[in-house]
């Protein structure tokens, strides 16, 4: 696999609003965990090899989530996701696919359930921050492994 081209060299100006728009989604108060699983939902989504691959990986850094990672294409269906996680998860979806159908009405209460504001404020800014990285990697050809560690390549 080949890199199209570096995003980040390319265009500072674009990897700075970027890391400007991650920096505000990471400062939230919404656990890691989820926000982790919301980053792999979306990926898996939209077909991000490379954000798929970094985000199981960072999850897996919080404890054994194998079994989240593992199961997460089917959450419904899993009973290892916490009724918050399962709100997150269907508001990431409706999010993501927005043009199929807009965010549903029983999607918005679920959410809203769990979350205050503030928190479902933050979970919107943390599905379009995923979706936005997502693009950038697909766009631009990136790919597990295409950067280095050192690179600070963060979607």
Known sequence: MTLRLNYRTASPQVFQAMTNLQKASSDSSLDIVLVELIKIRVSQINCCAFCLDMHANDLMKHGDYGNHIVLLNAWREAPIYTE??????????????ISEQGVPEDVYA??????????????????????????????????????????????
């Open 84 to 97: 918050e996680q399962r709100a997150a998860l269907a508001l990431a979806e409706a999010v993501t696919l």
């Open 110 to 155: 679920e959410a809203r359930k769990h979350f205050d504001e503030k928190e479902f404020m933050e979970l919107i800014l943390a599905i379009n921050t995923i979706n936005s990285w997502n693009r950038i990697a697909i766009s631009t050809g990136m790919f597990p492994g295409c950067f280095s560690p050192s690179q600070n390549g963060r979607a």
